[in-house]
């Protein structure tokens, strides 16, 4: 991943008790239940405007208050999910997919071959990935597929330097030349005796990059190059609320409070499989 976000060096304390896995297990399946059945969990209308009731703080009727066109925070938050997740996957998936696929080529070609593909691959790697990102999605035009398309473009080459590094080190095992001399075929070499045994790190991978792709993806949004409204995204909500921090604390907070939930809970998903691989 290429997007510029601080990462933890330092084992957490909820790692090293043995934590991470069951507490960030839980907090990404109340997101992914957001995601599947936002109507069954808060039933209203996301869209849904009453002026009488605008900047309505917390309370039993509207539990995380209300915006400046009085809709409710809680609906607008919870079928938000849909939009922030499903493009967080979409984008991780994706860039993991063309990468996976890039880098086996590099690593299993070798010779001038990978230090061509790799060279594209610096190129990627040395420009500031959300700047980048930036750039793309103003140029492509607003809207969910061009974020997505835009944050693919920058996320793809972290995956292509990873799995090469993996492919070189895989190929070189007696099971692979042994298929090698049996006159097996490179792409199926690489799908039957290499990828099997990169997918347990790359799941790791995926699940901690999830969290970054939902900040992201709250960012561009955020200043205007994502999703457009009246789509009730995260990082739309945040940028909509700018200008109410001071008299309607409660607007920017709620969805603050998501984004910020949900990256730490694939993080310490990402950490509790990773602690739980290593002990394997």
């Known amino acids: 991943m290429t997007v510029s976000l601080p990462r933890v060096q330092r084992r957490s304390a909820l790692r090293r008790i043995g934590l991470s896995l069951p507490v960030g297990g839980l907090l990404v399946a109340v997101f992914v239940l957001f995601a599947l059945i936002p109507e069954v969990v808060a ?36 079928h938000g999910t849909r939009y922030s997740l499903g493009m967080a996957l979409a984008i991780v998936a994706t860039g993991a997919a063309i990468g996976t696929i890039y880098g086996a080529a590099a690593g299993f070609a070798g010779g001038g ?37 835009a944050l693919v473009i920058v996320w793809w ?11 070189l080190g895989l190929k070189e095992r007696p099971h692979v030349e042994g298929a090698r001399a049996l006159g097996a075929s490179a792409p199926y070499i690489v799908r039957r005796h290499i990828v099997p045994l990169m997918i347990e790190q790359l799941n790791v991978r995926v699940t901690q990059d999830l969290g970054y792709a939902l900040v992201a993806v709250a960012s561009l ?41 949900a990256t730490v809970g694939f993080s310490l998903l990402g950490d509790g499989l990773a602690e739980l691989l290593t002990r394997q």
Do not use: C
């Open 157 to 167: 080459p972290s995956y292509a330097r990873l799995v090469r590094g993996m492919v």
């Open 43 to 78: 039933s209203g209308d996301p869209a849904k405007l009453n002026v009488a009731q605008q900047f309505r703080p917390p309370s039993a009727e509207h539990w995380l208050g209300t915006d400046e066109v009085g809709r409710d925070l809680w609906t607008r938050v919870v």
């Open 113 to 149: 071959i990978d230090e061509l593909m790799m060279r594209i691959v610096d190129v990627f790697l040395s420009l500031p990935g959300f700047i980048l990102a930036m750039a793309i999605a103003a140029t492509i035009g607003r809207g969910i597929g061009p974020l997505v398309g």
């Open 221 to 261: 949004s955020f200043i205007g190059l994502g999703v457009q409204p009246p789509a009730p995204e995260w990082g739309l909500l945040l940028g909509g609320a700018r200008a109410y921090i001071s008299s309607s604390w409660w607007y920017p907070v709620f969805p603050g409070i998501a984004i910020a939930l």
